[in-house]
């Protein structure tokens, strides 16, 4: 821990740290563009200049480069350094238009704060400005290359952090700029980061071009909502609209970058059809009337009927309170049980994981962190973006990284693969003698001994996966295998990315509990009566819709609390709005246990551009906020239950009823959050069966989530729903040519999801065997519900799609 | 005045040494007598002893820099020779590897035995058509009699070397940009520590040297470290130096000369003096990035610390000469257009602040300077010295000197409204 003083005032920091964060550790920032927590120090833009007075290195010093000794003495206010400052401002500015009033960076740009800060005011350059060409990057980032400082953030962020190969520096001297070899679409899907760390406005959100000053907007620390791995965000507002979201700093989850779907996916608090108001058979009510009447239904049917004649489902898409709240309406119709999931299989794969997980769980920072990686059967791209860019990071610092899977390999680091579904590994892997399975070829074999090898020599292995593609016995598989790998003193942990933000929430709360089939069985059979339904949409997530439609269609009552225009919703004879994440408190826990809250941005209302209809500034003026209708979960199903509390309450409850999240309590909106303090369940772990395999002859078809269009909040946003992938079939070219099909033509795909005709891609990383569909709202593909692990497909020669 | 020819003792006018020739006068011998019977480390500290430093222009002694490279680390290691002579009024290496490229061949094989490595690389300049060439023959000749390849000479020994062009720009002399050119990477220069020794090449130990840096290693170890330091003619320098002349001479070619010989006899004697009969006014002393010298600077010895502390540098010894007649201003100004047109566009300083003073010098010379613009220009260099690498600092050694030595010309420009000798 060396000791030094800066501005006269001592300082003790970790070794291997520099001057600029030492003097950060005494909040005195020391101005720089180049350098970036994450990225590192390069020494590109000389502007951290500070004068080193006493110490083993004397005079002007770029702080970002010299690490902190012993006795140094540095002032970061003498006037070399300060004139170092002012001049480097200076030469950046010499190019820099002064379009500050029309830059959608302005009031968040560190270029402005610096020359400020910096006592650059009078411009004494008189020559022409450089100027250069701007690109066309897709729908989501705006490129303004005249306003380019050349602090080589993007590129190091996009190629070096991201692993993105389209986007680079062109050009030398002067002329530097940034972008693609020709225009097009960022291909990255982490190319949004490059508005949050552009110190000034090169790369803006265009989602929201020109719609909103920083300081006009409302925001609050949040948790994004589009998987299980909560991250950090700022979801921002202005007049009732949510506009866009940045990257927050969460040390423990995403470090500081998001991917693109959570952060452009933001749009669905938006959606033009989300439902506002609450409705019962047709008709639109007050909250007072709808929930009276919906009690007496509920309760009319309870007593009619047993406890047993309603049925709760929910989704991790709904947050922890919400899902207690659904808990307590159950208990307060007697002890109707709650079903975690629409999917009966993802349902058990995360109730597998958190009744046994205990301190197995790992999070993005210890992915970053480990010195071993095995991702078995998980896609990150389609389940959990930013995990993929947490593994690349250790693997940067030199980890290995090995993949068992049979989709093809999209991650952004060099892996070692065996194309194969990884049960039968992971199998082998949890055995003790840890014995090849049958049936692998040498390459294999080789290559699953050299991985079991590394895990076991490894410090700080972790394996991760995926619960869509592993299922419940998967997931069991994993974690025995982490556990066969665990040895006294030091764990191999689990990552494993679940279905929605607070998938494991929900299942901490109802452990046991039937599954969605269960349920079905139970409406078929005239047991249950009425469904309500939390933030879940069975019909889309159900992997058999034509039975979920059969089965709904028996009861007597729906009742969908959402805030998503759903199929379930459509279909409902009650709809009970409810708010996003971003109109509410609220809580997640996320995939490795770790319980995160977020705060409301903004009050739900339609959007004034809705009800201004366009004109600026609007000129409506009405005492009440119309659409202002939808309430958090909780307080919906809590006045149901006719037990309105307040969230404090609710929270301070649930505190007391489940000591694991006591943690609750003191939870703050922004803060590190808690890890949930597990203990591997003391029952006994069920033999779960395996699944039924594929037939010679068949194809095992994976349904599964892509980046976008997949997911049921970002699906429905705007900007998303612009790039969603074209609804395809992949087959490696064997399987297409056995088949006699060719890229782009026409495939007829039968199987227990439904039947699509499709466009054949070749795909030349995926298992033969093995057919491959991402769902998508809105296509033929919207059916076909991930999480249920590879089934039986036929493919023929198809007809007109 | 005739002075002992050393590297180009085998050169004649319009060819190049042949395997052959390099053979019957004496070539490959140096090679023969080191490798397999004189241990590495001994060969390293002859180098150390005879004095020799870097004639690339940092200077940097030679033996030194071969002391802190790991030779006797396992996995592969990297000789590099800097051959991307790009520093206006410098074309010296050119000259000698026209002449004699199996000189280099055989330095950077005795070179890659002292340093324990196997593998080297010639980074030549993109508009060096005929070096390459020479080069490529050289290194095609030396491998057919088992100069270069696997077990040289019979021994355990072997050294492969690859010739590589350059794209071209200026700055792959920096010898961490020449590293990332060579890897196909982007050719900015790299943070250091780690310094090349320890990660270099492929992340490799790697050292970089000079064309005529590695030539002179072969006469080191044939006739030893007194005989070295003997050939300069001032006390502490050693050996001889390859002069490339330019600029108002009446003959503006490539000498080798001793170490320590008066600007004055270079200039007057090997030069020919300053051409129709004008007056020397200035020079730089070596190459583009070293400031300039006055007339009253003819009697200081060419050499690395005279000139140090004449307040310039040795650089590459490229003497460009100016007659009475030049705006130095002017002058000034072209050499800074090259330097801010040769930027990578890393750092601030050299991207951005070299075109500003370039903005200033013309400035001056349009006469649209005043006396603020004086104090802008001379505050200039304290900032772009604080640059990522060695160009920008380069730089400004001819703005220093200018500063230094002529600020009166700069009033001239700025009391007449423009360029007193007409330019612009």
């Known amino acids: ?801 | 005045m005739s002075h002992p020819q050393v590297l180009f003792a085998r050169r004649r006018p319009g060819q190049t040494v042949s395997l052959e020739t390099y053979l019957q006068e004496g070539g490959y011998q140096a090679l023969g007598g080191a490798v397999g019977k004189q241990a590495p480390a001994a060969l390293r500290k002859l180098v150390l002893d005879s004095g020799l430093r870097g004639r690339g222009g940092a200077g940097f002694p030679t033996g030194q820099k071969w002391s802190f490279f790991p030779a006797d680390a396992p996995g592969p290691k990297y000789l590099v020779c800097n051959c991307d002579e790009m520093e206006p009024g410098t074309y010296k290496d050119r000259e000698l590897l026209v002449a004699d490229p199996h000189a280099l061949v055989e330095g950077m094989a005795l070179a890659a035995y002292a340093l324990g490595v196997t593998h080297g690389y010639v980074f030549v300049r993109y508009d060096y058509e005929d070096v390459f060439r020479a080069l490529e023959r050289a290194v095609a000749e030396a491998h057919g009699a088992g100069f270069l390849g696997e077990r040289i000479l019979g021994t355990d020994f072997g050294f492969e070397l690859h010739v590589h062009g350059s794209a071209g720009r200026y700055i792959l002399g920096e010898e961490t940009s020449l590293l990332n050119g060579l890897e196909g990477v982007r050719p900015n220069p790299r943070l250091r520590p780690p310094f090349p020794a320890q990660r270099g090449l492929f992340g490799r130990p790697t050292t970089v040297q000079n064309v005529e840096t590695l030539c002179n290693v072969p006469h080191i170890a044939l006739h030893g470290a007194e005989w070295f330091k003997g050939l300069a003619l001032t006390p502490g320098e050693a050996g001889t130096k390859l002069f490339g002349l330019s600029g108002h001479l009446n003959r503006t070619e490539c000498f080798e000369l001793p170490m320590g010989v008066p600007l004055r006899e270079v200039v007057e004697v090997h030069g020919g003096g300053v051409r129709q009969g004008r007056r020397f006014k200035a020079c730089l002393p070596g190459g583009a990035s070293t400031p300039y010298l006055t007339a009253a600077h003819l009697d200081v010895p060419m050499d690395f610390g005279n000139l140090d502390r004449a307040g310039s540098r040795l650089g590459t010894a490229g003497v460009t000469v100016f007659d009475e007649r030049t705006c130095m201003v002017a002058a000034t100004l072209n050499l800074l257009t090259f330097f801010a047109r040769e930027s990578c566009g890393w750092c601030t300083p050299c991207r951005d602040g070299l075109p500003y003073v370039c903005y200033l010098l013309e400035r001056f010379e349009r006469g649209q300077a005043g006396r603020e613009e004086l104090a802008l220009l001379k505050a200039q260099p304290a900032f772009i010295n604080q640059s990522f690498c060695a160009l920008a600092q380069g730089a400004m050694g001819p703005l220093e000197g200018l500063l230094r030595h002529f600020e009166q010309e700069l009033l001239d420009h700025v009391t007449r409204g423009g360029c007193p000798f007409g330019g612009a």
């Open chain 1, 1 to 801: 821990m060396p000791t030094l003083t800066i501005d006269e005032r001592e300082v003790s920091v970790p070794a291997g740290a520099s001057v600029l964060e030492a003097a950060e550790a005494l909040g005195i920032t020391v101005p720089h563009f180049c350098y970036h927590k994450a990225l590192g120090a390069v020494g590109a833009c000389r502007l951290c200049a500070v004068e080193i007075q006493a110490g083993p290195q004397h005079g002007l010093r770029m702080a970002c480069l010299v690490e902190a000794r012993d006795g140094m003495v540095v002032s970061t206010t003498a006037p070399a350094a300060t004139g170092m400052r002012r001049a480097v401002i200076e030469y950046l500015m010499l190019n820099h238009p002064h379009d500050c009033p029309v830059c959608d960076e302005g009031g968040e740009c560190q270029l402005q704060d610096m020359t400020v800060a910096g006592g650059h005011g009078v411009r004494r350059y008189r020559g022409k400005k450089r100027t250069f060409p701007n690109q066309e990057l897709g729908p989501f980032v705006e490129q303004e290359m005249n306003r380019c400082i050349q602090c080589y953030r993007c590129v190091r962020t996009y190629r070096d952090y991201a692993g993105g190969h389209d986007f680079g520096v062109l050009g030398v001297r002067q002329r530097v700029a940034y972008g693609r070899f020709r225009p097009g679409r960022l291909e990255s899907p982490y190319s949004g980061n490059l508005v949050d760390v552009c110190p000034t406005g090169v790369f803006t959100d265009k989602t929201v071009r020109f719609r909103a000053r920083v300081w006009d907007m409302q925001c609050a620390p949040s948790v994004c909502p589009h998987c299980s791995l909560g991250c950090a965000t700022w979801p921002w507002a202005r007049y009732r609209e949510l506009l866009r979201v940045s990257g927050r700093e969460g040390p423990r989850t995403n470090g500081f970058f998001l991917c693109d779907r959570g952060r452009f996916g933001s749009g669905h608090a938006n959606h033009p059809d989300r439902p506002r108001t609450p409705r019962l058979d047709g008709r639109e009510l007050g909250w007072p009337e709808a929930l009276e009447a919906l009690r007496e239904r509920l309760t009319k049917l309870t007593w009619a009927h047993g406890p047993g004649a309603v049925g709760l489902l929910t989704s991790g898409r709904a947050s922890l309170e919400s899902a207690r709240a659904l808990g307590l309406l159950g208990q307060a119709l007697g002890g109707a049980p709650v079903v975690c999931e629409p999917h009966p299989r993802r349902d058990r794969a995360v109730r597998a994981l958190v009744a046994e997980l205990g301190q197995l769980g790992r999070d993005q920072e210890d992915v970053r962190q480990s010195d071993c990686l095995l991702l078995a059967g998980l896609d990150p791209e389609g389940e959990a973006p930013m995990l993929a860019l947490a593994a690349r990071q250790a693997v940067r610092r030199g980890a290995r990284a090995a993949v068992w899977d049979p989709r093809p390999d999209r991650l952004p680091f060099p892996a070692r693969r065996i194309a194969r579904l990884p049960e039968a590994l992971l199998e082998a892997l949890a055995r003790p003698d840890g014995r090849a399975p049958d049936g692998l070829e040498a390459a294999e074999r080789e290559s699953y001994a050299e991985t079991r090898a590394a895990l076991q020599a490894a410090e700080r292995p972790v394996l991760l996966g995926g619960a869509d593609l592993l299922g419940p016995r998967g997931v069991r598989l994993l974690l025995a295998a982490a556990r066969a790998l665990s040895r006294p003193g030091r764990a191999c942990g689990l990552s494993l990315a679940l279905p929605g933000p607070d998938s494991f929430g929900g299942a901490l709360l109802c452990p046991d509990g039937p599954d969605a089939d269960e349920l079905l069985a139970g409406i078929e059979a005239g047991r249950v009566r009425a469904l309500v339904c939390l933030e879940a949409d069975p019909l889309s997530e159900h992997p058999d819709p034509a039975r979920v439609a059969a089965a709904l269609g028996r009861l007597e009552l729906l009742v969908v609390l959402d805030h998503l225009p759903t199929a379930s919703a459509a279909r409902a004879h009650a709809v009970l709005p409810t708010t996003a994440a971003a109109e509410m408190d609220g809580a997640f826990v996320n995939h490795a246990g770790r319980l995160q809250g977020f705060a409301r941005v903004y009050s739900a209302g339609l959007p004034i551009r809705v009800t201004g209809q366009g004109a600026h500034p609007p000129r409506e003026f009405r005492p009440d906020t119309p659409g202002e209708l939808p309430q958090p979960g909780w307080a919906v199903l809590a006045a149901l239950a006719g037990e309105p509390v307040e969230l404090g309450e609710l929270r301070a409850e649930l505190a007391r009823s489940e000591p694991r999240l006591a943690g609750l309590a003191g939870l703050v909106a922004g803060g590190p959050g808690v890890q949930l303090a597990l203990e591997p369940s003391a029952r006994e772990r069920p033999d779960t069966p395996a699944e039924p395999g594929v037939a010679e002859g068949e194809l095992a078809l994976l349904s599964v989530e892509a980046l976008f269009g997949s997911e049921p909040l970002s699906a429905r946003a705007a900007p998303v729903a612009g790039v969603a992938s074209e609804d395809a079939l992949a087959l490696c070219p064997a399987d297409a040519a056995r088949l006699g099909l060719g890229e782009g033509e026409p495939a007829r795909l039968r199987s227990a999801l439904g039947e699509a005709v499709l466009p054949v891609r070749l795909a030349p990383g995926l298992a033969p065997g093995f057919a491959l569909v991402q769902r998508r709202f809105g296509g033929p593909l919207e059916g076909f519900a991930p999480g249920g692990g590879p089934i039986a497909c036929r493919i023929e020669k198809g007809g007109a799609r």
